[in-house]
């Protein structure tokens, strides 16, 4: 504290309005590099009160986290400026347009939305206390809306880390194969977004500013007046089933992100995140840029000493100019998951991902015996099929033992030919493994306490792909049409499955899980504090005008053997025994 000049409620003009922001400073009056985060969560909305079981859980597991700062001043998924600032930053937390005490029409991650982040960096960069260059460094939204404001290029953003943040609003946040994903919305958005709505009189008190964190004390609108200045985001998914300009106007241009960036990827944050990050990788022009993976919670990583370490490194390479090794850094980073150890994560250095010495091998369904078996040892000649009712109960397809130690790092498909009994389906496919006793290998997600190896979905009506972009390991559809669906025909329907890491044991078998719905176990013992999770976390696909019982609740046939040769492509590193 006796570090830090702190201002409260700075204006920052932004076109028709003037944002509000919280500026943490050195008292140092050299000026110094800058890092921000703009977002809908507030500003005063303290970590510990306004996200109180996820700060017990951290503080709790970790309790010497942040040493040195008394975690005075943390908001949720942002920077502590009691460690920041006296490693010489300037740290910038600003309400966004309707969020918080910045007034506006609340449309969340929009155009308008990503111009204000825009002049918010030009802003900071142009302060007698800035050296010029701006940093974006947070989690989730935070780093969600660090694409979007990349591809604009501001002049004085110099390098920024989207810490576990999606970047294809349709593919990754909305609709999941072209499915929507409503639950985490329907109860996200009310409770971390419009609760903070600029206005709302029940939003908490600022324990800094000791004012209305929504700006109540000085505007506070009624029921109808919130409604009336915020755009619906599940009305607005359900009424975009297909990636039109709503979407892409939300969704970056690769080609436009030019600033270098370290991409924090989560292993199992299934519904939401990592896709992103790895696509950024991959993708964005860029000519800097590094992927580093992770397991663990949704916070808890961005705070451990791992994290931090990293974080500081490349922002002091980048904004202080410091010549500390970082360039030197392989571009990728991994931390290696083996199964039933939430201990030990090896740490491995690659040079581009996917991984250049990825095998890429295809394991087969046979509905005969539910059996995944490799190509060179048994492939079935003649078709069989195996159906399911779609809300009913899944089938399983589970693979000989691991003759060897195998590990699974990248992204995965699978090739499944299906029909059903109505006019459309929807599939959803989880990779697991089990030990020789039967016990499933699952980790501590970003939420849910036992997600499993890997997840993905696809509707069927939502299969054409973009062949352009398409890879056998990696399935891009385009989204831009509905295709038609008969009755008991069989399709070939490509999965894109997310990435993931495990590194199993011998005598491990692998399986492939196949639903009408999502995946999920009987209840949980120990669910999580802040949602209720059975192994797909809150991402559910549940909504009925969306998924109608008529057309989704129909009988599946997987198909396989012949000519309908379903399979799922994993992605095998070698080691020095190569046989699996």
Request: aromatic share 10%; hydrophobic share 35%; with cysteine.
């Given at each position: ?5 702190i ?9 028709d309005?003037s ?13 110094a590099p ?12 303290e970590?510990?009160?306004?996200f ?10 970790h309790?010497n986290?942040?040493?040195g700062s008394?975690?005075?001043?943390m908001?949720?998924?942002t ?8 490693w ?13 005490r ?6 969340i ?7 204000d982040?825009?002049n918010?960096i ?10 010029g260059?701006v ?11 660090q694409?979007?404001?990349a ?18 609003l ?5 609709r999941?194969?072209g499915?929507f994903?409503?639950?985490f919305?329907e109860t ?7 609760a ?10 600022d ?5 209305s ?6 505007t ?5 007046q919130?409604k009336?200045n915020?755009r ?14 709503f ?16 991409s924090?990827?989560?292993w ?5 995140h990592p ?6 990788f991959i ?10 993976c ?6 808890e990583?961005f705070?451990?000493?791992?994290g931090?370490?990293?974080q500081k490194r490349f ?9 500390n ?11 290696l ?8 994560f ?5 040079q581009?991902?996917?991984l ?5 091998t295809?394991?087969?369904l046979s509905?005969d ?8 040892n048994?492939r079935?000649?003649s ?16 693979s ?9 790092t ?6 499944l ?6 006019t ?5 496919v989880?990779l697991q493994?089990?030990s020789?006793e039967?016990k ?8 849910d ?6 997840q ?9 792909l ?5 890879l056998?390991?990696r ?5 831009d049409?509905?295709?038609?669906v008969?009755p ?10 997310w990435?993931t ?10 399986a492939?899980?196949i639903g ?5 176990r009987?209840?949980v013992?120990?669910?999580?504090e802040?949602?209720?999770?059975r192994g797909?976390?809150p991402w ?9 019982i ?13 000519t ?9 590193i070698p080691?020095?025994i190569?046989?699996?």
């Open positions: 504290m006796d570090q830090m000049i201002e409260r409620d700075v204006a920052i003009p932004s076109d309005i944002l509000r922001a919280d500026v943490y400073r050195p008292k140092d009056p050299k000026p800058v890092i921000m985060t703009m977002g809908p969560y507030g500003k005063g909305v970590y510990k009160t306004g109180a079981p996820q700060w017990k859980w951290l503080t709790t597991t309790p986290i942040l040493p008394t975690r005075s001043f908001t949720w998924e920077v502590d400026p009691e460690t920041w600032v006296p010489g930053y300037v740290v910038i937390r600003v309400d966004s347009r309707g969020a918080g910045t007034p506006g029409y609340l449309d991650l929009s155009p308008r939305e990503t111009k982040y825009y918010a030009e802003w900071a960069g142009t302060q007698p206390w800035s050296n260059k940093g974006l460094n947070g989690i989730s939204y935070y780093a969600i809306n694409w979007a404001v591809a604009l290029q501001p002049p004085h953003l110099a390098a920024m880390i989207p810490w576990e943040g999606a970047a294809d349709y593919r990754e946040f909305a999941h194969g499915i994903s409503n639950a919305l996200w958005f009310p409770r971390q977004i419009l903070i709505q600029h206005g709302n009189p029940k939003t908490v008190q324990p800094w500013l000791q004012a964190a929504s700006a109540a004390d000085l506070s609108l009624n029921e109808d919130l009336a915020h619906d985001m599940v009305r607005a998914f359900l009424d975009h089933p297909l990636n039109d300009e979407y892409k106007s939300r969704t970056p241009d690769w080609s436009k992100v030019t600033v270098p960036f370290l924090a990827a989560n199992a944050g299934f519904g939401l896709r992103g990050n790895f696509e950024a993708h964005a022009a860029s000519k800097h840029k590094w992927l580093e992770h397991p663990g919670r949704h916070e990583w705070y451990l000493e791992q931090m370490d990293i922002l002091d390479c980048f904004l202080k100019g410091e010549n090794g970082w360039m030197e850094e392989p571009p990728v980073q991994l931390r998951r083996r199964a039933f150890d939430a201990t030990r090896e740490v491995r250095k690659e581009a991902w996917p250049p010495a990825t095998k890429w295809e394991f087969f509905a015996t539910n059996k995944l078996s490799l190509e060179s048994t079935d000649v078709t069989s099929t195996v159906s399911f009712d779609a809300l009913g109960n899944p089938i399983t397809f589970i000989h033992p691991l003759q060897h130690e195998t590990e699974i990248g992204p995965l498909s699978a090739k030919f299906a029909s059903t009994s109505t459309d389906m929807d599939l959803f989880t493994a089990f020789p039967g499933e290998v699952e980790f501590q997600g970003t939420v306490p036992h997600t499993p190896l890997a993905g979905c696809l509707r069927a009506s939502h299969r054409k973009d062949e352009r972009r398409s056998p390991y399935p891009y559809h385009s989204h049409e509905i295709l038609a008969e008991n025909k069989v399709y070939e329907l490509d999965v894109e499955i990435p890491n495990i590194i199993l044991p011998a005598g491990f078998r692998l492939l899980h009408g719905k999502d995946f999920e009987g209840e013992n120990d669910p999580n802040a949602w209720v999770s797909s976390g559910l696909h549940t909504h009925p005008e969306d998924r109608p008529s057309i989704f609740g129909g009988r599946t046939t997987i198909h396989t053997g012949g309908t040769v379903s399979r799922v492509i994993l992605p095998i080691s020095k190569s046989k699996i």
